[in-house]
């Protein structure tokens, strides 16, 4: 059965869910699993992708858009509605959805902000995986 963990952004945290992203990214990087960060569109990829080559100076990456990337040579991929193919350790989801394949990967990380909309939709998505009985985790993070 899938982990999932919330990670909320506690206030007054000078970042956000996208920041947050790439910080969890480079922990779970360490650790040698492979990661897919799913946001909602092509843009968010954009900016993820951006972010993720500047936002540490003494950090490297290696990440790609699912469809732009090798994949064998990617161990982060950031996707958007896209089907992730064969990926299934840690998905971060950045989406204000539930995505549709999450069940078949090991880990689930949804990260919350203080956008009002990012909030209630994550309150939601918190009730839907309870109902379901998934093993849930919550961290509050200060950034």
């Known amino acids: 059965m899938t982990r999932i963990d919330f990670y909320s952004l506690k206030e007054p ?23 897919l960060i799913q946001v909602p569109d092509r843009e ?13 100076q003494q950090s490297f990456l290696p990440h790609g858009l699912v ?6 040579l990617t161990p982060i991929l950031i996707g958007y509605g896209e089907d992730p193919g064969e990926e299934n ?11 549709a394949f999450f069940e078949r990967f090991e ?3 949804e990260l919350i902000d203080q956008d009002s909309n990012v909030r209630e ?3 939601k998505r918190y009730v839907y995986y309870r109902d379901q009985g998934y093993p849930l985790h919550h961290h509050e993070i200060q950034l």
Request: glycine content about 6%; aromatic content about 6%.
């Open 13 to 35: 945290s000078r970042g956000d869910r996208f920041l947050l992203a790439c910080r969890l990214v480079e922990r779970i990087y360490g650790t040698g699993q492979r990661t």
């Open 44 to 56: 968010q990829a954009r900016h993820l992708d951006r972010l993720l080559w500047t936002f540490r």
């Open 67 to 72: 469809n732009d990337s090798d994949r064998a």
């Open 89 to 99: 350790q840690v998905l971060i989801n950045l989406s204000l959805e539930v995505p």
């Open 107 to 109: 880990r689930l990380c």
């Open 121 to 123: 939709t994550g309150r």
